[in-house]
């Protein structure tokens, strides 16, 4: 009976780090997800199988990251973010390339992407560098906070890979956006990120990624190459009309038009198959997770958790943001997946291990739901 008693109550102490309100919603996420998804991947079951190992494998992490008290996450953060930039440089120097880019590095059978861990240890390192400063920062912790967001980001560039690095910046940006950065900074960033965006375009990106962003002016110009996936993602979206085709009757997806349609567009596919009402349904989901989990933030324990909770909310809100642009043809396309919707192990695990801590580094007080 005392075994019995002690084993639940263990058990009791482990999900009372969880946020149930917030637990919830993302179930439902997932559920839509994996209801698009053995769509979009022409009922395949091996694939879902291996997504339903993904979601158990991310579900333990969310868990096991609600456990990490927020002192012993700002201890580790230096560490983690050192790791995280010795693997990204490991992965230049003899990463696995697949699909012209160097993005991967292989231990035996498991392949994973050391980016994704950037998303966590940046605004980590970031948040644990502001814990020890008086805010609002000065200029001086804005320029070391900067170039550390600006080290991983060139080398994730390096790869290449901007729609990475992208969400590896704003994760970083918002934690010093959070700690309060004067307004005449804050202009002087966006000045210069404005100024600097010529110099990136004509020396520093690719031809094909150059192409991308002339496609999004024109799609029509190249409808078989560059401007294919746009032009098939926004006539799936279109054609779904307000009600949808009904699930698993998306013409588009199932007719094999629509590229990538389990990972980055499978926000097409959810679009015409469950229609403007669903997109809303579906969006609403999503707005309400950011919100809940700024929320959240507001209840950290210390400095560190609060600046942390608000980069990854807001974070979560870029990822969405960017994904459902590009498919609907008002963004380039970088190669970012739909949150918890898309295919993607490596993905699923940074978002939950996320979601993990920031439930995890609330305070506990009464009165709150």
């Given at each position: 009976?005392?075994?019995?008693?002690?084993?639940?109550?263990?058990?009791?102490?482990?999900?009372?780090?969880?946020?149930?309100?917030?637990?919830?919603v993302?179930?439902?996420?997932?559920?839509?997800?994996?209801l698009?998804?053995?769509?979009?991947?022409?009922?395949n079951m091996?694939?879902?199988?291996?997504?339903?190992?993904?979601?158990?494998?991310?579900?333990?992490?969310?868990?096991?990251?609600?456990?990490?008290?927020?002192?012993?996450?700002?201890?580790?953060?230096?560490?983690?973010?050192?790791?995280?930039?010795?693997?990204?440089?490991?992965?230049?120097?003899q990463?696995?390339?697949?699909?012209?880019?160097?993005?991967?590095?292989?231990?035996?059978?498991?392949?994973?992407?050391?980016?994704?861990?950037?998303?966590?240890?940046?605004?980590?390192?970031?948040?644990?560098?502001?814990?020890?400063k008086?805010?609002?920062?000065?200029?001086?912790d804005?320029?070391?906070?900067?170039?550390?967001?600006?080290?991983?980001?060139?080398?994730?560039?390096?790869?290449?890979?901007?729609?990475?690095?992208?969400?590896?910046?704003?994760?970083?940006f918002?934690?010093?956006?959070?700690?309060?950065?004067?307004?005449?900074?804050?202009?002087?960033?966006?000045?210069?990120?404005?100024?600097?965006?010529?110099?990136?375009?004509?020396?520093?990106?690719?031809?094909?990624?150059?192409?991308?962003?002339?496609?999004?002016?024109?799609?029509?110009?190249?409808?078989?190459?560059?401007?294919?996936?746009?032009?098939?993602?926004?006539?799936?979206?279109?054609?779904?009309?307000?009600?949808?085709?009904?699930?698993l009757?998306?013409?588009?997806?199932?007719?094999?038009?629509?590229?990538?349609?389990?990972?980055?567009?499978?926000f097409?596919?959810?679009?015409?198959?469950?229609?403007?009402?669903?997109?809303?349904?579906?969006?609403?989901?999503?707005?309400?997770?950011?919100?809940?989990?700024?929320?959240?933030?507001?209840?950290?324990?210390?400095?560190?958790?609060?600046?942390?909770?608000?980069?990854?909310?807001?974070?979560?809100?870029?990822?969405?943001?960017?994904?459902?642009?590009?498919?609907?043809?008002?963004?380039?396309?970088?190669?970012?997946?739909?949150?918890?919707?898309?295919?993607?192990?490596?993905?699923?695990?940074?978002?939950?291990?996320?979601?993990?801590?920031?439930?995890?580094?609330?305070?506990?007080?009464?009165?709150?739901?």
């Amino acid at each position: 009976m005392d075994r019995s008693v002690g084993f639940f109550g263990s058990i009791f102490r482990l999900l009372s780090r969880i946020d149930l309100i917030m637990f919830v919603v993302l179930l439902i996420l997932l559920t839509l997800g994996g209801l698009t998804l053995y769509s979009a991947s022409g009922e395949n079951m091996h694939m879902m199988t291996r997504h339903a190992i993904h979601l158990g494998l991310s579900a333990s992490i969310m868990l096991f990251a609600s456990q990490l008290p927020s002192s012993f996450l700002n201890r580790m953060s230096v560490w983690i973010y050192a790791i995280g930039i010795m693997l990204l440089i490991l992965v230049i120097i003899q990463g696995t390339i697949g699909k012209g880019a160097q993005r991967w590095l292989e231990v035996g059978s498991l392949r994973f992407q050391p980016s994704e861990v950037m998303k966590l240890a940046v605004p980590m390192m970031v948040a644990s560098y502001f814990s020890h400063k008086t805010l609002p920062p000065r200029f001086r912790d804005i320029f070391v906070a900067m170039i550390l967001v600006l080290i991983p980001m060139l080398l994730i560039v390096k790869q290449p890979d901007l729609g990475t690095a992208l969400l590896v910046g704003s994760a970083g940006f918002f934690v010093i956006y959070f700690a309060g950065i004067a307004w005449k900074w804050l202009i002087t960033v966006l000045v210069t990120a404005v100024g600097a965006a010529p110099l990136l375009f004509f020396y520093g990106m690719h031809d094909y990624q150059r192409q991308r962003i002339l496609t999004l002016l024109d799609p029509t110009s190249d409808r078989l190459g560059s401007g294919y996936h746009i032009i098939q993602s926004t006539i799936a979206i279109g054609s779904g009309g307000v009600y949808g085709k009904g699930w698993l009757n998306g013409d588009q997806s199932r007719l094999d038009f629509l590229p990538e349609r389990h990972t980055d567009f499978i926000f097409a596919v959810f679009g015409e198959e469950f229609g403007l009402l669903g997109n809303i349904l579906l969006l609403s989901i999503y707005v309400f997770i950011i919100w809940r989990g700024l929320y959240l933030a507001t209840k950290g324990q210390d400095t560190f958790a609060r600046l942390l909770g608000g980069s990854l909310s807001l974070t979560f809100f870029v990822y969405l943001f960017v994904n459902t642009g590009m498919v609907s043809g008002i963004l380039p396309v970088v190669g970012v997946p739909l949150p918890l919707v898309s295919y993607g192990g490596t993905s699923m695990v940074t978002l939950m291990a996320a979601f993990g801590l920031l439930m995890g580094m609330r305070k506990r007080k009464k009165g709150y739901v």
